[in-house]
């Protein structure tokens, strides 16, 4: 087995494509790159300050293709972060970690304990995702190690199977939300092994010096140049999707801009300190008088 340019499996015989069908049938199935694939949105609901694992179920329950969690921002330990991804594993949602910053320890350690996704914030250029991808991606192409995880149920039955195995369903994304970033994004999107391009929007609006103004032309502009450039690093064997952070207040927006760019595939569509903080506003309102 071999994987050619264009990332698409090449087999020795058939034989060797049973194998790795074996084998992939073990990993665990990742809801949001099978969705996005299929043309679909997959939609996450980002964890804060609600650490309790029946949060997973709950995310489920209500439709939840994915669990994010964002460990540069956030307070969550590590241990609870690998409870929380082998929940979802176990439930069916997509772990998606934003980690600190692009060390290979973080990377490796998090997909060795559960995740599917890993989004690296400040990804400003090409060189970035490649270590990206080389520290996410096992060989072909990356150097990432292999070693018993959950996303495989602890499993290595072929070594070089169960790397494509892995690298089938694992999803190295960098987080686009710096200016430098931005006049990149064209280098980034076309290095091997990206999967998607997520925009964080808070910052990105930042840095471009109009913090906050979503509905400004030139955040839109953006945006719509980080789908382009997606968009024409894709193949046919491969589409490189976007996803969208920061736009869950504003539902309209977001679908205006799907329907301009049908290659944004997933968002942050709520999460839990909105909700605690608006549910509780609503609640309190039901009986002040």
Known sequence: MTVNGSSTLAFADEADRLK???VRAIARPNVMLEKMKAGGLALVHTMSIARSIEIVGMAKFAGYDGLSINLEHERNSFGETVDMCCAALM???TPVIIVPSLQSDWVSRMLDNGAQA???PRTNDAA?????????KHRPLGERPLAYNPQMQYRIPDFKHTQQAANDTTMCIPMIETVEGLENCEEIASVPGVDAIFVGTHDLSDDMGIAGEFFNPKVQDAIGRICKAAQAASTPEKEIYVGLGGLDP???LFRKLRKLYPNIRFTNAGRDVIMLTQGMEAALSKFRD
């Open 128 to 136: 970035m995702a490649r270590l990206l991808v080389k520290y996410g």
């Open 118 to 120: 890993i989004i690296v």
């Open 20 to 22: 790795y069908e074996e």
């Open 91 to 93: 439930t069916g949602l």
């Open 250 to 252: 504003y539902p309209d």
